[in-house]
DNA sequence: CTTGACAGTGAACGAGTGTTTACTATACAT
DNA sequence: ATGTATAGTAAACACTCGTTCACTGTCAAG
């Protein structure tokens, strides 16, 4: 930790603590109240002193929406550090066209380590069991694993989308210009319209298939 | 992911989206326009019912200060006996027609459950990472990672088959009355003959692909 | 001496935020 | 028919929260 004062350490230190403890980010009167401050505006201080030394961001404006953007594991991380993660998967769901087949509920659990797939650990990823050939072209099949990790998508992820109650894989198309839509990669599958009638719960990030 | 109903779980799943890509809980009007709700009431509505089915806690009069308190990787089985085995993959190879691409040797490693990829912990796995597409019609495509257990192959098997000095993936055709011998999984690819002339390291297993 | 960095006091403002009250509608079970 | 659960609209209120402005004090460097 360079280039941060003592008192911004210990700021900086409380933060964490905070954050561990109750998963949200201190208000500003809650560390005035804790270093014993008279004023919100030391608080402030601090604040912006870390943001413009790179260890905070924050949306202006918002409750608690500062966030910590150094990277604190970024330095210490061994390359040959195991990390393996515990996915639950999820029972066989449509990922064609809806057909009313019921999602069945957990099935099941995959252990599988992070590097492999291409996630954090923070991000609570879960599994699908695919059922339908909608992303054949993309070579998913029927009976295949996909591990999602929810996270926003950017164009051309292959997402899991909320669709009337069901949960299906699609391709997602955002191109410049153009509402966002979702595509299955499978010529025989129609397209889907618009996005903003959906709700994305994740870009898959890897496929597993037992032989 | 028992007694909630969907909407219910739409609403944990968003919360889960929100929070993994900002750091913070959505507050509530940040849930009401994503949900299109007319108020805040609807939302409010719905945290109540996770927080009494004990999903979420709250911090009364905060801002941002619910949090999700339902663990879900906790929910493991205790049949679900975990055995991770660590397989080593090994470098990029020709899974097509000979083509003087070495063996790199060990490229890195591989964690997964044993479950998963359906495999004995006792047989001494190796995983290889594919080169060309020789193979597509089986849905193994280039950078696919596929594990394979030493293990004698039966009729249709996918097989690891070392034809001079260089492993390659074919599937392992032995009908009655008949030499065996190996076939792509490509119609622009040969047939080989015969099997005798072989070596066969092992049967794949599984296909993990990191999308 | 001046300037800048750092640390903080004091006060107030406007927007964000959670919460309440009153209500409607639908579906299902008794 | 009645009650309950679920889902939501409408409106408003009080508090939380971040932020600004004006200011003071200490210390080190030029």
């Known amino acids: 930790m ?10 900086l230190g409380y933060i964490q603590l905070h954050m561990s403890q109750f998963d949200t980010w201190p208000s500003f009167r809650e560390i ?20 413009t030394k790179g260890y905070i961001s ?10 910590i953007t150094y990277d604190f594991n970024d330095d210490q991380r061994p390359e040959d ?26 099935i099941g659990r ?28 993309a070579g998913i099949y029927d009976g295949d ?11 051309n992820d292959i997402v899991a989308a909320l669709i009337d109650g069901e949960t299906t894989l699609k391709r997602f198309i955002q191109e410049p210009g153009r509402a966002p839509f979702l595509k299955a990669e499978n010529d025989h599958y129609p397209e889907f319209h618009p996005v903003t009638e959906l709700i994305i719960q994740g870009i898959a990030k890897a496929v597993v298939r037992n032989l």
């Open 81 to 106: 550090a195991i990390d393996v993660i515990d996915i639950p998967v999820y029972g066989t769901i449509a990922a064609g066209y809806p057909d009313g087949v019921e999602p069945s509920g957990e």
């Open 145 to 155: 694993i996909v591990i999602i990790e929810p996270y926003p998508p950017q164009n």
């Open 32 to 51: 005035q109240s804790h270093f014993r401050f008279k004023s919100t505006n030391a608080v402030m201080g601090h604040l912006r002193a870390l943001e």
């Open 110 to 137: 995959l252990q599988i380590d992070t590097k492999t797939v291409g996630v954090r650990r923070s991000r609570r990823c879960f599994a699908l069991k695919v059922s339908g050939e909608s992303m054949i072209d």
């Open 2 to 11: 360079e280039n941060l004062t003592l008192r911004q350490q210990e700021i």
């Open 58 to 67: 924050r949306v202006p404006g918002q409750a608690r929406s500062f966030r």
